[in-house]
């Protein structure tokens, strides 16, 4: 799943990242990808052999990708502790998977008229 988001990130950022290249054509532009996952950087980098066939595909996809490119992308590893957006994403989805267990909750135990009702006062009504 990472070297799928590193995909979509890179394949979502491609406009801006060219217009900045092109701004400044004397620069190298070098872009840094930084990633929790050591696996999925090492991979990238060449380290480590990708052996899973759709990671593979991935991998491939993503060298196609940055072969085109006058810029340089660079693959670092981030500790788990220190990554700030990773965190902040596993809060936010935190707070949508309680949201949508509230729902699935309120839907369970609430009528159409807004009474509460549990299974005891069904068999009684």
């Known amino acids: 799943m990472e070297m799928l988001a590193i995909y ?3 394949l979502d950022n491609q406009r801006q990242i060219m217009m900045l290249a092109s701004s400044q054509k004397k620069k190298q532009i070098v872009v840094n ?3 929790d996952s050591k696996t999925c950087i090492e991979q990238l980098q060449g380290v480590s052999k990708v052996r899973d066939a759709v990671l593979q595909r ?12 006058a810029y340089m ?9 220190r990554n700030q957006a990773g965190l902040l994403l596993e809060q936010r989805r935190r707070k949508e998977i309680e949201k949508c ?5 309120q839907k369970q135990y609430y009528t159409v008229s807004g009474f509460m009702m549990d ?5 009684t009504a």
């Open 58 to 69: 991935i991998c491939t996809s993503i060298r196609k990708l940055l072969d085109r490119r």
């Open 8 to 10: 979509f990130a890179l």
């Open 101 to 105: 267990l509230m729902h699935q909750y």
């Open 119 to 123: 299974q005891y006062s069904l068999v």
């Open 73 to 81: 992308i660079i693959f670092n590893h981030l500790e788990r502790a």
């Open 33 to 35: 990808i930084r990633s």
